[in-house]
């Protein structure tokens, strides 16, 4: 790992006011531009001749001259810092949410670090057993050079989960996979957190 960097979680939030964001309507026969969504973010633009849109459930980068439906990704571009490619994560996590097929619950507010898990702490409020390792956002080089975020999230609603996600980045673009799977788990748990946060 090179190049490592570590965030808060307020980091990991969009930083810009923009106008109204589009409301989450599925309907197949509705088509809504995306781009307030990126425009939320300080180190991300929309590139040239691509539009950023969701059609019917399905979110897409639509090249203006071509036409073509791309990954939503390939719409977007940064000045490649590390705040750059955290800002990229959270911003495909915000495009996905107007997918219906987009799994799980999505909010920024679910990240972790290790100053918010301290604060539960210290209210009494956090559900899990002391974790030794640092919930910090992350950004660092994997060995090939690909760019790599990964953030630690709250998740559930029976059962709560801490779960890692890993992005790597394209050597090239702001296209991302994302890996994920729980690393901490509790069946039973009072909810004050969630007000918390």
């Not at 190049?3 to 599925?26: D, E, S």
């Not at 781009?35 to 633009?45: D, E, I, K, N, P």
């Not at 107007?98 to 909010?107: A, D, L, N, Q, T």
Request: glycine share 6%.
């Amino acid at each position: 790992m090179r190049g490592k960097v570590y965030f808060t979680r307020l980091a990991a939030q969009p930083n810009y006011r923009t106008g109204p964001l589009p409301p989450m309507l599925f309907h197949e026969e509705v088509t809504f531009n995306l781009q307030t969504v990126v425009q939320q973010f300080s180190q991300l633009l929309i590139k040239p001749s691509y539009e950023i849109r969701s059609e019917g459930g399905l979110v897409y980068a639509r090249h203006t001259s071509n036409r073509t439906f791309e990954d939503v990704m390939k719409g977007i571009y940064g000045d490649e810092s590390p705040l750059s490619y955290l800002q990229a994560v959270i911003c495909f996590y915000e495009l996905n949410k107007y997918s219906p097929s987009f799994k799980g619950r999505w909010s920024y507010i679910r990240i972790l670090d290790d100053a918010f898990v301290k604060y539960l702490r210290v209210l009494g409020a956090w559900p899990f057993e002391d974790i030794i390792k640092s919930l910090n956002p992350i950004f660092f080089y994997d060995s090939l050079q690909h760019p790599v975020i990964i953030i630690y999230t709250i998740q559930g609603d029976s059962e709560l989960t801490i779960t890692k996600h890993i992005h790597r980045f394209d050597y090239d673009s702001y296209c991302l996979k994302e890996y994920s799977r729980p690393i901490g788990r509790r069946c039973s748990y009072d909810r004050s957190w969630e007000r918390l946060s």
